[in-house]
T-cell receptor, first 114, second 109 residues
Framework: DADVTQTPRNRITKTGKRIMLECSQT?????MYWYRQDPGLGLRLIYY???????NKGEISDGYSVSRQAQAKFSLSLESAIPNQTALYFC?????????????FGPGTRLTVL | GQNIDQPTEMTATEGAIVQINCTYQ??????LFWYQQHAGEAPTFLSY??LDGLEEKGRFSSFLSRSKGYSYLLLKELQMKDSASYLC??????????WGAGTKLIIKP
């Protein structure tokens, strides 16, 4: 079984709809991240959480919100989706026990907003 | 501003060696990561450098020069399965990863 899972894997929605992307992990990591990836651009950080009570905005948080329901679960919401939020979304996890805080990624959610 | 530069695309031959360069400008520096990403899949961790020099891991090696803001990933004995994008990322003073757009590596028989 995959250590980091994301649901759904693909989603097509319409402008103005509310969307939730979910991420679960069995790695036991405290830190979780949401990124988006667009063609020709690097991964960009949306939100990150270092533990259940810690939520931080990343580079591009506008239009997004998150919820850390448990150590293993981190959800990303688009309150009112718009076409320029069409992208590949990745969840990642890490801990710092290895001293370098390596991030491990889920398989991604491909979101299309029409 | 923060910036990571790497070539958009490179082509190499099966069995050969290829070097993928990365230059970075970030506010602070806490390490340089390389990830591999096959099309439509998740990035997977390849290597990490925080001190100057070469780190070798099987067919893959990564080099860092902090004074030059420069790193490279060296892939030896290329195999068709090495066709992928290679992502360079620098960890800044806030311990956040700043990512390059990736280098798409095409391997030809």
């Amino acid at each position: 079984d995959a250590d980091v899972t994301q649901t759904p894997r693909n989603r097509i929605t319409k402008t103005g709809k509310r969307i939730m992307l979910e991420c679960s992990q069995t790695k036991g990591h405290d830190r979780m991240y949401w990124y988006r990836q667009d063609p020709g651009l690097g991964l960009r950080l949306i939100y990150y959480s270092f533990d259940v009570k810690d939520i931080n905005k990343g580079e591009i948080s506008d239009g997004y919100s998150v919820s850390r329901q448990a150590q293993a679960k981190f959800s990303l919401s688009l309150e009112s989706a718009i076409p320029n939020q069409t992208a590949l979304y990745f969840c990642a996890t890490s801990d710092n026990l290895d001293g370098i805080d390596t991030q491990y990624f889920g398989p991604g959610t491909r979101l299309t907003v029409l | 501003g923060q910036n990571i530069d790497q070539p958009t695309e490179m082509t190499a031959t099966e069995g050969a060696i290829v070097q993928i360069n990365c230059t970075y400008q970030t506010s602070g520096f806490n390490g340089l990561f390389w990830y591999q990403q096959h099309a439509g899949e998740a990035p997977t961790f390849l290597s990490y450098n925080v001190l100057d020099g070469l780190e070798e891991k099987g067919r893959f090696s990564s080099f860092l020069s902090r004074s030059k803001g420069y790193s490279y990933l060296l892939l030896k004995e290329l195999q068709m399965k090495d066709s992928a994008s290679y992502l360079c990322a620098s960890k800044d003073s806030n311990y956040q990863l700043i990512w390059g757009a990736g280098t798409k590596l095409i391997i030809k028989p």
